[in-house]
């Protein structure tokens, strides 16, 4: 955001070299561990889903390796290497993980600012968009707290959002840069995972506001979802959210601390590679998944509109995350 003060790192020539020479797509994810189905395949909600695009959530999850964190750069103005690895990454798998080497600065100055806004009451809870439309808040479904910002100087919380607003305006330039290297794939590169729903090239259409979200402990969830299962009602127009990214912001996160975002490998993936974990995972009966830690400056890409997924309970410590939506339309 212009005129903030936090200043991004300045990489030596030969750090970026080094950098570079490591911006190479990480192998195929190896090794699983098994959890229990992520909706009671005897319940209520488990009727309401059957047969369709959550369907799989009443697998059991074969919780795969992480993929190898992706270097970024959301500190540059334009990093057009590491929007082309987030672009490969998801036309291949759907999904990614990257460090983004952000000023520890503003980092830590967005975190901060995040947990004065959940102190200040400024967080609520937040429904779902379903084609379309704003549907009420489910404490059956997702219990985090959420506020809507953007750069609009006339808004309230423009001025105790200042670092926030930065790390919108980095993410934002990411987004951009990452739709257009997706557009520059050929058919073939593009695979089922990097184009329009019948195969097109995808081009930027706009962008939501930055979602700022808590989860205040105390098992706090978000149940398994598709951010855009239905195309966000915006026939004719665009496909509506096609790519989700969200950056983290808790300093010393580990794995105990739970709150993983849960990432369900969608099947296409697997049309390529059917000797591949994922394909294995599912011929035997499960829901492939890759858990994302929710550390400070990772930040987790992927299909809006075609990867299930679902944020694990936080038992204890406050979970802060940042989210962007990215609109498309065919190229």
Not at 4 to 10: D, H, K, N, R
Not at 25 to 36: K, N, V, W
Not at 168 to 186: F, K, N, P, S, Y
Not at 195 to 214: K, Y
């Amino acid at each position: 955001t212009e005129g903030t003060p936090y200043a991004q790192p300045s990489y030596s020539s030969s750090t970026r070299l080094a950098m570079n020479k490591r911006r190479r797509l990480p192998a195929r994810m190896t090794g699983h561990r098994e959890s229990p189905p992520s909706i009671d395949p005897g319940s209520a909600r488990a009727e309401q889903i059957r047969g369709g695009p959550l369907a799989d959530a009443l697998l059991p999850t074969a919780r795969l390796e992480a993929p190898p964190f992706l270097e970024v750069d959301l500190g540059s103005l334009r990093d057009e290497a590491g929007a082309r690895l987030v672009a490969r990454a998801i036309a291949e798998r759907g999904l990614c993980q990257c460090r983004c080497g952000l000023s520890p600065e503003l980092g830590a100055a967005a975190a901060a600012e995040a947990a004065s806004l959940y102190a200040d009451g400024e967080l609520a809870p937040r429904g779902f968009v379903k084609e379309g439309r704003r549907v009420p808040p489910d404490p059956e479904q997702r219990t985090d707290l959420c506020a809507m910002l953007t750069d609009d100087p006339g808004h309230r919380l423009h001025a105790k959002t200042q670092a926030l607003l930065a790390l919108d305006a980095a993410i934002e330039r990411l987004a951009v840069e990452t739709v257009a290297q997706l557009g520059l794939l050929d058919e073939r590169d593009r695979g089922p995972l990097g184009g329009g729903p019948n195969g097109e090239p995808l081009s930027f259409s706009s962008r939501g506001d930055l979602m700022v979200a808590v989860y205040p402990g105390g098992g706090s969830f978000h149940r398994v979802h598709i951010d855009n299962a239905d195309g966000d009602g915006r026939a004719g127009r665009d496909f509506g959210r096609v790519l989700t990214f969200i950056y983290f912001l808790n300093a010393g996160w580990t794995e105990e601390d739970g709150g993983a975002l849960r990432l369900h490998i969608p099947r296409a993936c697997e049309e390529g590679g059917p000797s591949s974990d994922a394909a294995a995972a599912r011929a035997a009966g499960r829901s492939p998944a890759v858990d994302v830690i929710p550390r400070l400056d990772t930040l987790a890409v992927f299909r809006a509109d075609r990867v299930m997924h679902e944020v694990r309970p936080c038992p204890g410590r406050h979970r802060y995350a940042a989210s962007v939506w990215v609109t498309c339309g065919g190229g």
